[in-house]
């Protein structure tokens, strides 16, 4: 079953970012990604190719400070859409997990799509940072979608060395789970709760 509504588009307008995105939950991993921070774009990228999320972000920010605002906001702009796209949640596999290795690193993301946020990113202090773009913002682009996704997230750094491949693992780990959280399961005909309401 494919329901042609989970789609969102959303735009946030601050004095430091303008963020334009639009999602497909049911597409084929196709992105148009422009954050003005490569690695950040590059990041974007293999969320939407490995999710399966059609993915289109335009990103307007004060780069020039710093990446922070615009990775955060971006984050925050995300999330609200998948929840929009989401619906109800009814037919959904609500949850998601993924080993993601990337050369010496391993990554592991969980994924509950239970409308409580709660964000638990375990990587060492000294984790170095990836190209243009500081270790930090990873887990405040986590923090973002999180929150506003109202997920449970816990993303590990379980090993590694190198700052593009711990981002890149991580990542790729919460596009896989993502993709598994969100997809239609044949055999569930309701909300995947016994609350039934998530």
Same mark, same amino acid.
């Given at each position: 079953m494919k329901?042609?509504s989970?789609?969102?588009?959303q735009? %946030?307008k ?6 334009? $995105?639009a ?5 084929t991993g196709?992105s148009?990604i ?7 774009? =590059?990041?974007l990228?293999l969320l939407?190719k *490995? ?9 307007d920010?004060? $780069?020039e400070v710093d990446?922070h ?7 925050i ?5 998948i929840?929009?796209a ?6 959904i ?7 993601l290795?990337?050369d010496?690193t391993?990554s592991?993301?969980v994924v509950d799509?239970s409308n409580?946020p709660?964000?638990e990113? %375990? ?7 990836a190209p ?6 990873v887990e ?11 997920a449970? $997230? =816990?993303?590990e750094?379980?090993?590694? %060395?190198?700052? *593009? ?5 991580m990542f ?6 993502l993709?598994q ?13 016994t609350?039934?309401?998530?």
């Open positions: 329901s042609s989970r789609t969102a588009s735009d %946030r601050t004095a430091e970012t303008s963020i334009s $995105i999602i497909d939950l049911d597409g196709s148009d422009s954050t003005g921070i490569p690695f950040f774009d =590059h990041m990228t939407s *490995h999710s399966l999320i059609d993915l289109t972000v335009k990103a920010g004060d $780069i990446g605002h615009t990775i955060e906001d971006t984050g702009v995300l999330g609200d859409c929840r929009e989401l619906g109800d949640k009814k037919g596999r609500r949850y998601g997990m993924s080993y290795p990337m010496e391993l592991r993301c799509l409580r709660h964000l990113f %375990r990587a060492p202090v000294s984790t170095p940072d243009n773009m500081a270790f930090t913002l405040e682009f986590f923090r973002a979608v999180t929150n506003n996704l109202r449970n $997230i =816990h993303v750094l379980l090993y590694g %060395r190198d700052g *593009h491949h711990i981002a890149e693992s790729k780990a919460l596009a896989r789970s993709r959280a969100v997809e239609i399961d044949p055999r569930e005909t309701g909300i995947p709760s609350k039934e309401a998530l």
